[in-house]
């Protein structure tokens, strides 16, 4: 394959090492560059207030021992060796693990789920429905799938995770560029630094913001080159501070200066284990970058680049630190060369903004998963590159991230409050991704409870005891993430409740084809030219907000499709698959139902090739009138149809296409003969519509027609109907309730946007529909 630097290449099996070596080189850039500036500000915090740096050595080779078995416990041992193999069809991250335990245990939160879904290729590849080995497993499934609370629980854990996610979006970029602007107090007296420092960093934070809407691809090419470049700097500075100032400073390596350490400083030590957890900053990026690149790269860039870096990076501190015991400032900087910090303060502020990237893009990635699952309010996404997977652009987010980030750098004004904050977010994430981990290894990967066990305990230890470091802080800086993710917790699980209510609702009130059937000699509706395309969330039924539409209009299209646009528990849906049509009613009223299905990570765009493939969908599930080539899924329940899983025009070559006159250019494929099914004359078409049928196989007389009654109603135009829904409480309902329905998700609904579908739409074509929903 080709490979174009800041190009992320989606997860393969099979890899050569020559694309693997490319894959860990472009890592760098794009995974460690928050990991790769932690040794900015490590020693900084440590040594701030809970520890003083006293004469003897104790304190420094406790806290180095400390940093040294965090580094290869955590990040090496947890998520290099462990957590990595728990991807989702080579996808990572929080959201993942929790696709995993939905599918193996049923316990999805997604309203609209169907049993088609578990027939998608990437929802069997990884032997869904095979009962769990142990006795203890099948129990714990089907313990999951009775109670409703513990599959709340799960939600819960995984947003929690989400919002620390977000939240570490909010605190990474200020301390990143704050510790490494500080390198500037060397070089300046304390008053005048006491006025640069605050607005460099704020000028950069607002210029790493604004630049966003550009996308990374731009300059992405520079990002593996600035960290490569960082982590030579720091590691061959910290071999010469070995080599010149304690060339015995591996002797700190060993664990029983972590023992000496707590036992001197007690009290404060412990505390200080708040600070040192941020030599692990950026470690859950490994995960959830996974499907950019695959396991073995990200494995081998940090085994064999960024673990050794950091290591010595930290080791070079440590030894400079052991013969300088009178010093104030124990930052970064008075570890390097005084001739080389200009160089060195570049290089580490290059190095921030990449890492502060990173974790901005990475956020807005986590929102736009919590959105296709429901847990999020409709944002606007733009996708900055056409060619590079995951790179998007969320204008609401990214200035709220902004206003936080200079509101949280503002309000602390040095790394000790934003390193308070910062490690319990970072901590958070660890402890979620802990906590599902075990569910995974009993449920999906179908290991004795005794290894999911060991497992928690072992580092659900760890986690825990840096965990309450942290939240022993709560008043100097720790309280920031808590509320910030609190007030993000609220939104989802608002935003969620109220959607679940609304398509509760839904359901309750679909009504049947038979009532439509009747409507049309009582009240004598009619049928005009043009598709009508009804958009609902409803898999199943006809939606509410069409019998509302009929009955007053008395009018609808002579081929009307029922669209539902919905997202899977799965990271990708393959296009071969992606179309779900059926029939509503008998053939002759030309209705369809269309379910068009995404992964949580596929991007989609609403534009003239989708309404293709959508017309598409339609006549090729007409030529085989349901069966034939095309798989069929019979769904269960009275009100299921008889759905077909259909590709998208480029899946089915030697299937029907669609072209215009201005814009035909379909040649045909293979040796196999084509005919024209040619639509009448019209009176001034705006365009000239035709379909590409193959000659074989025939299709018999009254798919022929059917075929040119949806080709002239393409011609004709479409007309987009979408429903405009105002949700309230039902009369009685709690007060609580009632704030949440009434207040709370009616102020995300009008203050969010439309569905990404409706915001595209033309606006001449589109007809909304009011309705109120009693929930």
């Known amino acids: ?47 701030a207030e809970d520890i003083e740096h006293s004469d003897g050595n104790e304190e420094i080779y406790g806290v180095l021992s400390f940093v040294f078995w965090t580094l290869t416990l955590v990040p090496l041992l947890k998520y290099v060796f462990i957590v990595l193999r728990a991807d989702d069809n080579g996808e990572g991250g929080t ?42 497993g099948s129990s714990l499934k089907s313990t999951l799938e009775k109670h409703r609370v ?12 989400a919002c620390m996610v977000i939240g570490d ?29 605050l607005p460099v960093v704020c000028i950069i934070l607002i210029g790493l913001f604004a630049l966003q809407h550009y996308g990374t691809h731009r300059v992405g090419f520079l990002f593996a080159p600035i960290v490569l470049t960082w982590l030579l700097c720091i590691s061959a500075i910290g071999i010469y501070n070995i080599y010149w100032w304690d060339p015995h400073v591996y002797r700190a390596l060993s664990p029983h200066y972590m023992y000496h350490f707590l036992r001197k400083t007690e009290k404060e030590g412990w505390m200080s284990l708040g600070s040192i957890l941020l030599c692990i900053t950026g470690s859950e990026a490994m995960f959830a970058d996974l499907g950019h690149f695959s396991q073995l790269s990200i494995k081998i860039a940090f ?51 990449v890492g502060s990237q990173a974790i901005i893009t990475g956020t807005f990635s986590i929102i736009k998963q919590c959105s296709a699952l429901g847990c999020f309010p409709k944002v606007k996404i733009v996708h900055t590159s056409s060619k590079i997977h995951g790179q998007i652009y969320i204008p609401e987010i990214n200035w709220i991230l902004m206003l936080l980030c200079l509101a949280v750098t503002l309000g602390f004004r040095d790394t000790k409050g934003l390193g308070n904050a910062s490690g319990l977010a970072v901590i958070t994430v660890m ?131 029922f669209l539902c646009i919905k997202y899977v528990p799965v990271p990708h849906v393959k296009p071969e698959e992606r179309f779900l049509v059926g029939r509503v009613g008998p053939k002759e009223c030309r209705l369809y139902r269309c379910i068009v299905r995404y992964g949580y990570r596929d991007i989609h765009k609403d534009d003239i090739d989708f309404e293709n493939d959508l017309v598409c969908s339609i006549a090729q599930f007409i030529r085989f009138g349901g069966t034939g080539s095309n798989k069929t899924i019979e769904e269960l329940g009275k009100d299921e149809d008889k759905m077909t899983v259909v590709g ?19 040649e045909p494929v293979g040796s196999s003969e084509l005919r024209e099914i040619k639509s009448p004359p019209v009176i001034k078409p705006q365009k000239r519509v035709r379909f590409i049928v193959p000659e074989s196989p025939k299709i018999d007389a009254s798919a022929g027609e059917e075929l040119q009654e949806l080709m002239e109603a393409r011609e004709a135009g479409i007309a987009y109907i979408l429903g405009h829904s105002y949700v309230k409480a039902k009369h009685g309902s709690s007060t609580l309730k009632k704030l949440v329905i009434d207040y709370g998700y009616e102020f995300l609904r009008r203050n969010s946007r439309a569905s990404t579908y409706a915001f595209s739409l033309p606006h001449a074509c589109t007809l909304e529909v009011g309705m109120v929903c009693q929930v």
């Open 95 to 136: 959201f993942a693990l929790y696709s995993l335990l939905c599918r193996h245990a049923r316990v999805s939160s997604l309203p609209n789920c169907q049993l088609a879904d578990e027939e998608l290729s990437e929802y069997k590849k990884d032997s869904v429905g095979l009962a769990p080995k142990t006795g203890f």
């Open 648 to 666: 998208s025009c480029s899946t089915h070559a030697n299937g029907i296409q669609i072209c215009g006159d201005d814009v035909c250019n379909v």
């Open 303 to 353: 085994t064999a680049v960024v673990y050794p870096a950091l290591i010595l990076a930290y080791m070079g501190q440590a030894a400079y630190l052991s013969e300088h015991h009178d010093m104030e400032n124990i930052g970064f900087y008075v570890s390097v060369p005084e001739k080389l910090r200009c160089p060195v303060l570049v290089i580490a502020v290059l190095a921030a903004v």
């Open 150 to 161: 513990l599959q709340r629980f799960l939600l819960v854990l995984a947003l929690v995770g």
């Open 431 to 561: 402890l979620v991704t802990t906590c599902l981990m075990s569910l995974v290894i009993v449920l999906c990967w179908r290991c004795n409870i005794f290894f999911a066990i060991c497992f928690v305990f072992f580092f659900g230890t760890i986690e825990a005891l840096y965990f309450s470091a942290s939240l022993i802080k709560f008043l100097e800086g720790a309280w920031v993430p808590i509320a910030l993710s609190a007030i993000f917790m609220i939104a989802m699980h608002v935003w969620h409740y109220g959607t679940i209510k609304k398509y509760e609702f839904d359901v309750q009130n679909k009504v049947s084809i038979n009532w439509l059937l009747s409507l049309g000699p009582s009240l004598g509706i009619v049928r005009v030219r043009g598709i009508g395309l009804v958009h609902t969330e409803l898999v199943s039924g006809i939606p509410a907000i069409f019998s509302h539409f009929v009955t007053n209009l008395l009018a609808f299209h002579q081929v009307l499709i």
């Open 169 to 197: 979006g909010v605190l990474s970029p200020a301390i990143s560029v704050f510790s490494a602007v500080s390198g500037l107090e060397l070089s300046m007296s304390k008053e005048q630094h006491k006025y640069v420092e």
């Open 1 to 47: 394959m080709d490979l174009v630097p800041g190009v992320y290449q989606n997860h393969v099996k099979t890899e050569s090492w020559r694309t693997v070596l490319t894959l860990a080189y472009q890592s760098l850039g794009v995974v460690y560059g928050d990991l790769s500036t932690s040794p900015l500000y490590v020693y900084r915090n440590t040594f």
